[in-house]
């Protein structure tokens, strides 16, 4: 009993740091539809209760808000919590396993590029931010 209360904090901080990131929740299949089907990019991040999702993933997705160019929309899905709307996304991310913390980029509903949990854990978040930064100097200009 106590450790389900334990993961509901820690699942309830994870969501209050990609809101006061800026971050859209998506949280059912309709929502991701509804966004990722959009003209123009966004950037989902697939968050998780992991250390590196705590650690490196989130603070870069925080970080990265602040750069100059940026994607039209900044969203989130919750793996292992929200697991309709994981899937669904998961869906767009034609050519990538499942992997959570990731972020993907995508651009009129296709996705354009990926960083996936190898590239995170183990790395500084800057190094995150780079690849990200890096990806939207490519694509959301």
Do not use: W
């Amino acid at each position: 009993m106590e450790f389900n209360f334990f993961m509901n904090d820690v699942v309830q901080v994870a969501r209050q740091e990609m809101d006061q990131a800026g971050y859209d929740q998506l949280t059912t299949a309709e929502e991701v539809d509804e966004t990722l089907k959009q003209e123009g990019t966004t950037l989902v991040m697939i968050n998780s209760v992991c250390g590196c999702a705590g650690g490196i993933a989130r603070p870069a997705a925080a970080y990265v808000k602040n750069y100059d160019t940026k994607p039209d929309r900044f969203v989130t899905v919750f793996a292992g919590q929200d697991k309709e709307a994981t899937a669904r996304a998961r869906e767009y991310f034609e050519g990538y396993a499942p992997s959570s913390p990731s972020f993907a980029l995508l651009k009129d509903g296709k996705i354009q590029m990926m960083v996936e949990r190898y590239e995170i854990e183990g790395h500084e978040p800057i190094q995150v931010v780079q690849k990200l930064e890096k990806a939207f100097d490519e694509h959301c200009s």
